[in-house]
């Protein structure tokens, strides 16, 4: 039988968030990667664990000889469709050899705190990546959920917004650290975030 690679989602950092199926296929793993941080906390005891680092081509490796004895769990944070190692492991594997489990996203749980649907926003990840002008450009009743990092936070987003044209009034939501206790959410305005720092890696949703 030819071994998978099962990509897990672990939802955004807490153990209450990940899902049921999550934690069994986890539990049972024989052969585990994932972050430092993810393996601390869900990784069990018996599995061979490797860290997903900046050397993804030795990561791809490790997971390429392993499936020649096991199943592979790479656990990834929030939801594997949603910017996560998936894309990565596409570019080596075929689908045939990948299982996806969902998990709920930081961006999901984001517009769950603030009580509004984000079936309408445009989702952007600005983190580690430029975002394209056409979803940045300002437009009535528009409305964005972004992940920020540390270079392009808030408060420089903000000035991009303003660039595009973004009124000053517009309303924005900063979510940090969700699911964890020291989560932290504030709500302001765009010409206000220049008074606000500690939200540097979070989701930022903007709206009229």
């Not at 906390?41 to 020649?68: C, E, M, W, Y």
């Not at 430029?130 to 300002?138: E, F, S, V």
């Not at 987003?157 to 900063?174: C, F, M, Q, T």
């Not at 709500?187 to 949703?205: Q, S």
Request: charged share 20%; hydrophobic share 45%.
């Amino acid at each position: 039988m030819e071994h998978k690679i099962i990509v897990v989602g672990i939802g955004p950092g807490s153990p209450d968030y990940i899902l049921p199926v999550a934690s069994r296929i986890i539990a049972d793993a024989k052969v585990i990667a994932g972050s430092k941080r993810a393996l601390a906390t869900f990784a069990p005891d018996h599995a061979i664990t490797k860290v997903i680092d900046n050397d993804l081509k030795g990561v791809l490796t490790f997971i390429a000889a392993s499936l020649r004895d096991n199943d592979v769990v790479v656990m990834v944070s929030g939801d594997p469709g949603f910017y996560s190692f998936l894309a990565t492991l596409k570019t080596k594997f075929s689908s045939a050899q990948i299982t996806v489990i969902p998990g709920i996203s930081s961006m999901q749980l984001a517009f769950a705190r603030i009580t509004d649907i984000w079936q309408d926003a445009v989702l952007i990840s600005m983190h580690g990546r430029q975002a394209k002008d056409i979803d940045l450009n300002y437009a009535p009743e528009k409305k964005l959920g972004i992940l920020t990092d540390f270079e392009q936070n808030p408060l420089y987003i903000a000035n991009l917004l303003l660039e595009h044209g973004w009124p000053l009034h517009s309303k924005v939501w900063l979510c940090a650290n969700l699911s964890y206790e020291n989560e932290k959410i504030k709500h302001l305005t765009l010409g206000e975030i220049k008074e606000v720092d500690g939200f540097t890696h979070c989701v930022m949703v903007v709206a009229i």
